[in-house]
């Protein structure tokens, strides 16, 4: 059977919350210190010690939410550390990531001054694991509170005179692992206690997140469900796409065979099953869906760079990450109603970042032009699309060969990611536009590719994978046919004709 999509534009999903194109900067390696925060002594353009050239590029991109200070570093960050003055700051050892000393000149100041720099929400994690209830409670209250109290007068002491909005606050991170191995019902109970005082100060409401599973710990869901969810507005999933066989040898993220690229993706795309399986139990629960699902730490890990501190988790970055960015998308927007944000990890240096630093050079990695090119589905309706674009089969195993998703934005105009995973051969998509009441359209494209299936940007070489006009379609009947390139990222817009 030939390939083919149905795209129905009457049929009306409910929104694609703009915070599934959220990010995530933990203290881990080059992240905050080089990649965010320089100082302002420092020969790299800055503003206020924060990078410029950073800054303009997340812009550009529309991040809406920032998550900090981790993962695994939020259950032993101490907020008071990284208040007043920088030279008085406690210095601190990252003893999660790499042994380093911390000398806390990037703490709440510094992290909503970023915020407020990007246009984007902060969201803020808080201490469980080794951090106390007051600590917790005295940490909103700085943050939020505009009247007299020790807190408040604390930060106007510190320089900030009106209190901040914050939206999102995570109670723990990961605390069925580094946030304190603690086990589901210990932790289910400990949230009620801490959740408790995250309290709402005068017009900020809180969006309480509670700790979700590891990847398919279903009990860990049915626990928190079961136990807490009343008390939350939010559950988190982690999830990390790792194509080697072992934690200790995860693959390298280039120089990679056939092999591990298909298997990179068939794992991107459990990402589908993990959201399923976890949202049967939450509607157990929570029927109406008031509790969203929160994926705020998902994308590749492989092993780090050679010759980089291991603790630091720096990675290259390939057109095999924008397949499994686009291939992640298509599953969140397909689960919207429950899936509410997600943050990729990480924003600069780590992990699947979207872009690499090296003293005051810079470049944009291929993940984050699948960044700009899907912000078009930002807070945009859902509109059913249909794909059954054949199947791509290696070794006897096969995923989809293409994926898909549509929405249409508040000036009428429909977008249509398509990811081809098939790293050799090109797809010829037919895409048949329904129910837009005859409505002619323009078509235009953009498409990222890459030569080799381990195509990246380097500081020499900035642009070998970069976006392009696409024009490899057609337009007849109300049918728009693609030819998409093998391993390839697509967004095409339909204009409708005045």
């Not at 007051?134 to 020790?150: A, R």
């Not at 899936?339 to 992990?351: E, F, G, P, W």
Request: charged residues 20%; aromatic residues 10%.
């Amino acid at each position: 059977m030939a390939n083919r999509a149905i795209l129905n534009v009457d049929l009306r999903r409910g929104t694609i919350n703009r915070n599934i194109y959220g990010h995530f900067s933990e203290h881990l390696g080059r992240c905050i210190y080089e990649g965010i925060w320089v100082g302002e002594d420092s020969p790299i353009p800055n503003t206020n010690g924060i990078r410029n050239d950073v800054v303009q590029a997340l812009k550009q991109i529309n991040i809406p939410v920032l998550r900090w200070p981790g993962g695994c570093f939020a259950d032993e960050y101490h907020w008071k550390d990284g208040i007043g003055p920088r030279k008085e700051r406690k210095r601190m050892v990252n003893t999660h990531w790499g042994g380093v000393v911390e000398n806390n000149h990037f703490g709440t100041h510094e992290f909503m001054m970023l915020c407020d720099m990007l246009g984007c929400e902060p969201y803020i994690n808080g201490n469980v694991g080794s951090g106390t209830v007051q600590e917790m409670s005295e940490w909103v209250e700085y943050l939020t509170f505009g009247g007299v109290s020790p807190m408040s007068e604390l930060r106007q002491a510190n320089g900030r005179q009106e209190p901040w909005k914050v939206t999102y606050f995570g109670v723990g991170n990961e605390n069925w692992g580094c946030g304190g191995n603690m086990r589901p019902e210990y932790y289910a109970d400990l949230y009620r206690r801490y959740q408790t005082y995250v309290r709402n100060y005068d017009d900020n409401k809180i969006h309480r997140i509670a700790c979700g599973p590891n990847v398919d710990d279903y009990n860990w869901t049915e626990v928190l469900m079961r136990e807490a969810s009343r008390f939350m507005d939010s559950l988190t999933l982690h999830y990390y796409t790792v194509p080697g066989d072992t934690w200790e040898d995860k693959g390298p993220a280039t120089g990679f065979e056939t092999s591990e690229w298909f298997k990179t993706l068939e794992k991107a795309l459990r990402m589908d099953e993990l959201i399923t399986k976890h949202s049967v139990i939450m509607d157990k629960y929570d029927p109406e869906k008031r509790v969203g699902l929160i994926v705020d730490e998902w994308g590749t890990w492989y092993n780090v760079e050679p010759g980089t501190n291991p603790g630091f988790l720096y990675q290259q970055n390939t057109i095999r990450d924008a397949l499994v960015a686009g291939l992640t998308f298509n599953i969140f927007h397909k689960h919207n109603e429950r899936v509410h944000m997600a943050n990729i990890a990480q924003t600069v240096n780590v992990l699947q970042s979207v872009i690499l630093t090296e003293g005051e050079k810079m470049v944009l990695t291929p993940t984050y032009h699948v960044f700009d090119m899907f912000k078009v589905h930002q807070d945009a309706e859902r509109i059913e699309l249909e794909v059954d674009g054949g199947a791509y089969s290696y070794d006897g195993r096969e995923i989809p060969a293409v994926t898909g998703s549509a929405s249409i934005n508040a000036n009428g105009v429909v977008h249509i990611s398509l990811c081809n995973t098939n790293h050799a051969e090109k797809a010829v998509v037919p895409v048949d536009v329904r129910g837009w009441g005859g409505q002619s359209f323009e078509v235009t494209g953009t498409v990222l590719t890459g030569d080799t299936i381990d195509a990246h940007n380097t500081f020499a070489a900035p642009d070998t994978v970069a976006p392009q006009a696409f024009h490899s379609f057609t337009v007849e009947g109300g049918v728009v046919t693609a030819e998409l390139p093998p391993m390839s990222v697509a967004v095409l817009a339909l204009t409708p004709k005045a």
